[in-house]
T-cell receptor
Framework: GEDVEQSLFLSVREGDSSVINCTYT??????LYWYKQEPGAGLQLLTYIFSNMDMKQDQRLTVLLNKKDKHLSLRIADTQTGDSAIYFC??????????????FGQGTTLQVKP | DVKVTQSSRYLVKRTGEKVFLECVQD?????MFWYRQDPGLGLRLIYF???????EKGDIPEGYSVSREKKERFSLILESASTNQTSMYLC?????????????FGPGTRLTVT
């Protein structure tokens, strides 16, 4: 079945780059997303990439998609303490129809040390 | 701005009680979702609804039911709460293809069943 996998924890120093990785199994994925969850809050969309793209950049965020390996990554440049949060990878595939159903990974907790 | 609100941030209930979690969105979205979030397991879909009075089971529907009588409101019902339903519950809504299936999340309800 459909599956999205992430490592559970990443620790970096303030000012370094962070790279959060995600793998998925469904080759019919159409959109892939990165969501951020700050403590005590719901999820907020950071960015998404359509499956016919390889890369998307938005300020400090760079998303890379390798469709052959079914691998998605999120790079945060110049990581700040305010970036400490849980980051979720999610995908939507053709089987979702128009319902908007997404499949989420387990979430990666990013810890930024001063 | 899309706003998704949930009726309670924190809830404590006893085993066997009937529990209602309410979610309201103000953007006329067709699709609404209920997830539970547990550490290490990410978000798991309980139920979703793609129209008024329409519902579909997600990945873990056992022990839950839902109601969608009005477009803006989607309720999650625990018929007889059990301790293994202690969790964070997140509601989301989505417009669908017109917004790249982005899901907008509420702040969550942390439910404790004792």
């Amino acid at each position: 079945g459909e599956d999205v996998e992430q490592s559970l924890f990443l620790s970096v120093r303030e000012g370094d780059s962070s790279v959060i990785n995600c793998t998925y199994t469904d080759s019919s994925s159409t959109y892939l997303y990165w969501y951020k969850q700050e403590p005590g809050a719901g999820l907020q969309l950071l960015t998404y990439i359509f499956s016919n793209m390889d890369m998307k950049q938005d300020q400090r965020l760079t998303v890379l998609l390798n469709k052959k390996d079914k691998h998605l990554s999120l790079r945060i440049a110049d990581t700040q303490t305010g970036d400490s949060a849980i980051y979720f990878c999610a995908e939507r595939n053709h089987g979702s129809g128009n319902t908007g159903k997404l499949i989420f990974g387990q979430g990666t907790t990013l810890q930024v040390k001063p | 701005d899309v706003k998704v609100t949930q009726s309670s941030r924190y809830l404590v209930k006893r085993t066997g009680e009937k529990v209602f979690l309410e979610c309201v969105q103000d953007m006329d979205h067709e699709n609404m979702f209920w997830y539970r979030q547990d550490p290490g397991l990410g978000l798991r879909l309980i139920y979703f609804s793609y129209d008024v009075k329409m519902k579909e089971k997600g990945d873990i529907p056992e022990g839950y039911s839902v109601s969608r009588e009005k477009k803006e409101r989607f309720s999650l019902i625990l018929e007889s709460a059990s301790t293994n339903q202690t969790s964070m519950y997140l509601c989301a809504s989505s417009l669908g293809a017109a917004s790249a299936y982005e899901q907008y999340f509420g702040p969550g309800t942390r439910l404790t069943v004792t």
